[in-house]
C-alpha cells in the first residue's frame, strides 16, 4: 500500500512507515526502522540520543489519519491526544511497530512496540476540525525575556532547539516563543506546488517545542540537576488530553504559555496552551515530567 503521509518532518522516516498492514476491518499495523545515523535522532539528546517522545505522537497522528481514510471515514482526523504513556525510548538502529485499532472512533487505540519491549501506548480521539475561539492570552509584558536562558539550560542540540526566547515567572509559570521560518530543516521538501495545510509546522516539533519550554520551568525546581550535582535530564513520561484547535505556518511566532500544575522531587504535572498571534493551535490538559539521571540513558543505549 503507497505512503501518503505528507513528506514534511525533521527527518523523512519519522513519517514514512516502512511497511503498512490491516490485520482486521478496524485494525492496523505500521513499521518504521531507524538506521544508526537516522536524522531523527539528530540533537536528541547529543550524547544519548533517544527519539524524541513528540514524534511518537506525530506518527501515530499521522498513520491513524491513513487508516481512517483508507477504511473510508474521509470526514474524520485525529483531533486530540486523550493519553499517551512512554514505556521505553526508540533507539538508533531500532524497528518500531505500531497498532492502530477502533471499536469507537472516538477513542482509537494506540500502541508501539519494537523487539522485546512496549514502547508506548494510548488512545486518540478524531472528529471534524474543531472550531474553537480559542482562550484569552495572559500578559507577559511584565515578564524579562531573556534569549540565552534556553540555550544555557537546554541539553538540546541542534536542529532540536526550538525554544528561541523564554520569559520566566518564578517557579510556577513560564511563557516561552517559537518563531517558525521556512528555512528550517523540516520544510526541506517544501516546494511551490504545496498548499497552507501541507505547509502546516509539524504537530511533533510543535509539542516537542512546548515540552521544552515545560522543560525551562523546571529547571527553576532542579530537574537538570540531582542531589549529588550529577546532569540529569527532563523527559515526559505520559501526554493527556492534547487538543488540537488548528495550525501554524512559517512566518509565524509560537507563544507557549506553561503552567505548573504539581511538583515532586523528580515528577511534576504541567498544564498549558500554545498561540498565534492570539489564536489557540493547541491546549495541554497535563504533561507528566519526570528527571532522569542523564547516565541512565546511557545505559539503555548500552542494552539493546
Sequence with gaps: MDNILPPLIMARSVRGFSDCRRPGLREWEFDWRFADDDDSFQG????????????????????????????????R???????????????????????????DLDAVQIRFTKPGSAVAHGILGTGPVPRHAGAPEVSAADLPRDPTVALKVLPHGHPMRLI???????????V?????????????????????????????????????????????????????????????????????????????????????LECGRNVAHLAGQTSVGGRTVALFDDLMAF????????????QR
Design 44 to 75: 536528541h539528546f547529543p550524547t544519548y540520543p533517544i527519539l524524541p517522545g513528540a514524534f511518537l505522537l506525530e506518527m501515530a497522528q499521522h498513520a491513524a489519519n491513513h487508516a481512517l481514510a483508507q477504511s473510508g471515514q474521509t470526514g
Design 176 to 260: 516561552a516563543y517559537k518563531n517558525i521560518t521556512l528555512n528550517e530543516p523540516c520544510f526541506g521538501a517544501a516546494h511551490r506546488g504545496m498548499d497552507e495545510a501541507q505547509l502546516a509546522y509539524p504537530l511533533a516539533l510543535l509539542v516537542e517545542s512546548f515540552a521544552q519550554g515545560a522543560g525551562l520551568l523546571l529547571s527553576r525546581r532542579g530537574f537538570f540537576a540531582d542531589a549529588g550535582g550529577a546532569a540529569s535530564l527532563t523527559v515526559f513520561g505520559e501526554f493527556r488530553g492534547i487538543h488540537l484547535l488548528g495550525r501554524a505556518l512559517p512566518g509565524d511566532q509560537l507563544r507557549h504559555d506553561v503552567h505548573l
Design 77 to 103: 482526523r485525529v483531533t486530540s491526544v486523550t493519553r499517551l504513556r512512554f514505556q521505553n525510548p526508540v533507539l538508533p538502529g531500532d524497528t518500531c511497530t505500531l497498532q492502530v485499532a477502533w471499536d
Design 291 to 302: 528527571s532522569i539521571g542523564a547516565t541512565t540513558l546511557g545505559a539503555a543505549g548500552g
Design 164 to 174: 528561541d526566547r523564554v520569559a520566566l515567572d518564578g517557579t510556577a509559570r513560564a
